[in-house]
């Protein structure tokens, strides 16, 4: 190793004090957070607030008869009581979702799913409130409903959105049936099928990632207020992406966007639940601004999991064509995708089936179809990315699924099948065949590594013994060795294919420092725990040379940050955090200016030195940042503006693709259905690492969700359409003691298109987790003959799969 | 409805208010006594967000009435700092093992971290996840949560925690 010298030992203080990317630095949050000084929507306070809750429907399908308000009027501190009546002169009973469709904020006619909103009660506190909503009476006629999507379509199928029944084209095209919302086709059908004809091998499977719900622990809620003086409203509440939020508020309701004021505090966690826009939030901005009073609204717990966005519920066919020596050549799938009672997804406008086209995965694949038939059902619409970009979930689950039939059916290794077909390190930027170009990647040497780090040849050897030991009747224990090789697609994205309500899906950075070198930088994302405080902060901290302590973030108001679209889909590192550095570096740029005036040299004469521009050749002679900063508001040099500050919107030029190795070692009790994760390794690359003990932490936490989504987790209904355990009694989230302990690992594969070579991390864990979960069970029960294995593994399903396989005969 | 006077003891204070007898003890903390630490996360007693100390008790805020607490003594997240104002071993544990991320459950952890940590001075992992099963994090998958408890068995009792080091 080479000897340091004092001038690299002085310049690594130097670099250390200033806490910028690659360090484990603390989080500036949790100072406030561990004290109990968090400010939750919630927490927040006005004088004279009044309560929203509302009245909801026990059926999943009945026509409104009547609805009586006059009891809840009658309770005293009950102030008022809006129904679909009263909001359909203002045009306010149907509201516009983010995927073209309208969605009933009160029902008028008609309820679509059990606990859709009918009435909402305004009352002095929130006891007070909830009395009222046990006073409204209203009158239902049932009618029958549709749970199984794949009677959506029947011909006798009743029709469920008669607001919109004879409107045979949809926002993304024309429909089929009533019930149908779009169909969405993607690939060369024509040599798709062409290669299926004549495959050695093929295999088709369905697939079923099942309805569940990103269910944050602080659940989502609002505060309106309007002055009705100023004529200005505003809005406090649980927004991933506030302005986007003030932008459809001022479309429904009119009011010009600049006289709404969109506030997002601090966030109880969101996984998407809290990016679309809910009956709950316009009901309080219409009580404001009749009673000129703040309103506040908070959904309870089983308001959250049975109506504010599930996740999933996509019914997957999905087909694999090989050669004998497990090449694979073409890929084909269908997804009939359960939306709900309305198309309330929140993917980018030209996009109804989000990235579902990822599906080809991290494989070179030549040729591929996908198509996606949305339809309407009795249940809750949403349809949201819980943890994950949009749709990915879903798709990296039907090709990592597929991969292992498909390696069962070659009677291959699925590892060797996967290094076989893996897109090679030479081929990026990479052309899928459903049309993405992948960025960078080396997905050999990631295998290869987790392969070594979990020791793959001794695991298989292990579970082939035990399986005879199991066949000998010495054990009732299985093994299952699950394996996950995923590719996300995050960052969204370019302009030229997406959108949010016709807004490009830019985001935003403003970065401005004061005379003593202080910085306030504020964006247009919005952290729920992703702790963007501390990160961003890095990041100015090694593109300026200000100590990252010295760096406050500011997200989440309007008013003050420059317009972005929010933070979901693992986006806020791709496109946020390349506007910081690009805002950064205009500011830089400037400085150098400041400084060839102050060292009286040519600019080209300087260079940087982690925290200061130097003469080159000179290094004693330099200026600090921060004395370039007092310089730019003390004595400019002539013919520049004063200050040292920067705005940048950035536009990704493309998406970022991250994506790992997870492994998850599994044993099972056939008997009692009960499955241990005896170990589970989780190799991500996600290019520049920003702050690895964060980083850590997202894959900890993404993983232990997807822990929660194979092993248990799911939003049933029964065939009346009545949600099945929508309360933390049997929605399972997992505890400390049934969360396996996680190991981490990496590789850096930096983006070649992000200005710091970051990908974004915090959906990975949960994208690859999920299949990995899921492939270890139906590994463990392979031997059997348990053929596909749906999920949720919960003990229950893995007894009831054990009985018909006749395992306790 | 008729209000109730009840008057308790919080973080070392008396305080005196007047309850309905249904008011839960999270409201009257929250929105009377304006701390604002204790979270509501389930309304079942599943998530454990409210949970403060009563009486030398863990208890979830939100399954308990206000006037249950009548005359108790009762400490919330606000309470724990140390009396010089800078963070306690727990709180400084959490923050030092990034043991939080959205911040949500973090009160309610801490807080029956801290009552862990008197009945069971030195805990065992096991020890920790079971004494912790009553309060749910979406965020962090426990690991570290784990880690931070160490942490401060750790500093309370002046033994090693090597991945403090880090």
């Known amino acids: 190793m080479n000897q340091q010298t004092p001038i690299d030992i002085e310049r690594s203080e130097r670099t250390d004090k200033l806490q910028g990317m690659g360090c484990k630095r603390k989080r500036v949050e949790d100072i406030r957070f561990t004290q109990g000084k968090g400010n939750y929507v919630d927490d927040i306070k006005l004088p004279g607030m009044l309560f929203g809750d509302f009245v909801r429907s026990p059926h999943a399908h009945a026509r409104i008869i009547s609805i009586d308000t006059t009891r809840a009027k009658a309770l005293p501190g009950v102030i008022a009581v809006l129904t679909a009546a009263d909001l359909k002169p203002l045009g306010l009973h149907y509201m516009p979702t983010l995927a073209g469709d309208v969605q009933a904020v009160l029902a008028e006619e008609k309820v679509l799913f059990q606990n ?36 959506s379509m029947s011909p006798d199928a009743p029709i469920l959105r008669e607001d919109i029944k004879d409107k045979m084209v949809g926002a993304h095209g024309p429909r089929k049936h009533p019930n149908h919302i779009f169909e969405w086709q993607i690939g060369d059908q024509k040599a798709t099928d062409e290669v299926f004809s004549k495959a050695d091998v093929t295999i088709k499977e369905m697939f079923v990632d099942h309805r569940t ?42 009011l010009p966007e600049h006289k709404i004021h969109v506030i997002a505090p601090d966030i109880g966690g969101g996984f998407g639940n809290k990016v679309g826009v809910y009956s709950g939030y316009v009901c309080s901005v219409v009580g404001s601004i009749v009673l000129g009073k703040p309103v506040k609204w908070v959904e309870d717990r089983m308001e959250n999991l049975s109506t504010t966005s599930f996740a999933r519920d996509y019914h997957m066919t999905t087909e694999l064509a090989a050669t004998n020596e497990g090449k694979i050549l073409a890929m084909r799938v269908h997804v009939l995708a359960d939306h709900g009672a309305f198309d309330a997804c929140a993917d980018p406008s030209k996009w109804p089936a989000g990235f579902m086209n990822i599906c080809t995965g991290s494989y070179d694949i030549p040729v591929a179809h996908l198509s996606v038939d949305g339809v309407y059902t009795n249940k809750a619409s ?186 979901y889909g693992s986006r806020s590192t791709p496109v946020a955090g390349a506007a910081i550095a690009v805002a950064a570096r205009k500011i830089k740029a400037k400085a150098q200016m400041i400084a060839a005036h102050m060292l009286e040299v040519h600019e080209d004469d300087l260079e940087w030195d982690v925290d200061r521009f130097r003469v080159k050749g000179l290094p004693e002679k330099f200026k600090t940042m921060k004395e370039i900063a007092w310089s730019a508001y003390n004595s400019p040099p002539p013919n520049l503006e004063a200050g040292l500050e920067a705005v940048n919107y950035y536009e990704p030029p493309n998406m970022t693709y991250p994506f790992g190795a997870y492994f998850c070692v599994m044993d099972i009790d056939v008997d009692t259905g009960v499955a241990k994760t005896r170990r589970f390794y989780a190799l991500d690359d996600c290019g520049t690492r920003i702050n690895p003990m964060i980083i850590e932490g997202q894959v900890h936490g993404g993983l232990t969700e997807a822990f929660a989504c194979a092993m248990g987790q799911e939003i049933r209904y029964d065939e009346m359409g009545n949600v099945m355990g929508a309360s933390f009694m049997d929605f399972f989230l997992p505890t400390a003691v049934e969360t396996p302990k996680w190991e981490t690992d990496y590789t850096v594969t930096p983006s070649p298109h992000h200005p710091i070579g970051a990908k974004g991390v915090g959906e990975s864990p949960h994208v690859g987790g999920v299949p990995c979960f899921s492939n270890a069970v139906n590994d463990a029960y392979a031997f059997l003959g348990a053929g596909n294995v749906q999920m949720p593994h919960h003990p229950w399903r893995l007894w009831e799969l054990g009985e018909s396989l006749g395992l306790y005969k | 409805m008729p209000k109730k006077q009840i008057s308790l003891t919080v973080n070392g204070r008396l305080v005196e208010g007047l309850v309905e007898p249904r008011t839960l003890l999270i409201h009257f903390i929250r929105e009377q006594l304006n701390l604002t630490g204790a979270h509501i996360g389930c309304d079942t007693g599943h998530c454990g967000a409210c949970t403060v100390e009563m009486d030398n008790m863990s208890v979830k805020s939100c399954m308990t009435f206000a006037l249950q607490a009548d005359g108790s003594n009762i400490t919330t997240i606000e309470g724990v700092a140390n009396p010089d104002g800078t963070l306690s071993a727990l709180q400084e544990g959490f923050r030092m093992m990034h043991g939080l991320q959205c911040g949500y459950c973090t009160p309610g952890m801490i807080m029956r971290a801290h009552r862990l940590l008197q009945e069971n001075p030195n805990p065992t992992e096991t020890e920790i996840r079971y004494g ?21 068995a750790a500093k309370i009792n002046g033994t090693a925690f090597p991945e403090a080091a880090e």
């Open chain 1, 116 to 151: 859709q909103e009918v009435a909402f009660v305004i009352a002095e506190d929130r006891y007070i409130a909830a009395d009222a909503i046990e006073l409204v009476d209203v009158v239902y006629d049932a009618l029958p409903c549709i749970v199984d999507p794949y009677k």
């Open chain 1, 213 to 254: 719900h990103p269910s944050p622990l602080e659940t989502c809620q609002c505060i309106a207020s309007m002055d009705k003086i100023k004529g200005e409203l505003t809005l406090w509440g649980t927004f991933q992406a506030p302005h986007v939020i003030r932008t459809v508020v001022s479309l429904i309701s009119g």
């Open chain 1, 382 to 567: 949403g349809g949201v990315a819980y943890r994950c970009s949009f749709r990915v979930t879903e798709a990296v689950f039907a090709i990592e699924r597929a991969v292992e039939v498909l390696a069962h059916k070659l009677g291959m290794d699925s590892a060797e099948l996967r290094m076989k077909n893996f897109i090679k390190p030479e081929q990026f930027p990479y052309r899928a065949a459903l049309g993405w170009e992948y960025d960078s990647g080396d997905y050999p040497t990631a295998m290869k590594k987790a392969m070594e780090a979990i020791n793959y040849k001794q695991l298989r050897q292990e579970q082939a013994e035990k399986r005879e030991a199991f066949r000998r009747g010495e054990t009732r224990e299985i093994m299952g060795i699950g394996i996950s090789f995923f590719t996300e697609i995050v960052g969204a994205g370019p302009s030229k294919n997406c959108d949010i309500l016709g807004v490009a899906m830019f985001d935003s950075a403003e970065i401005r420092i004061h005379p003593t070198g202080s910085i306030i930088a504020r964006m247009g994302t919005k952290s729920q725990g992703q702790g963007h405080e501390t990160t961003y902060a890095q990041i100015i901290a090694t593109e300026l040379g200000i100590p990252a302590d010295d760096i406050m973030i500011e997200e989440g108001n309007t008013d003050t940050a420059p317009y972005g679209l929010g933070t």
């Open chain 2, 132 to 152: 912790i099963a009553g309060n749910l994090c979406r965020c962090t998958g426990y690991v570290n949560i784990v880690k931070a408890i160490q942490y401060a």
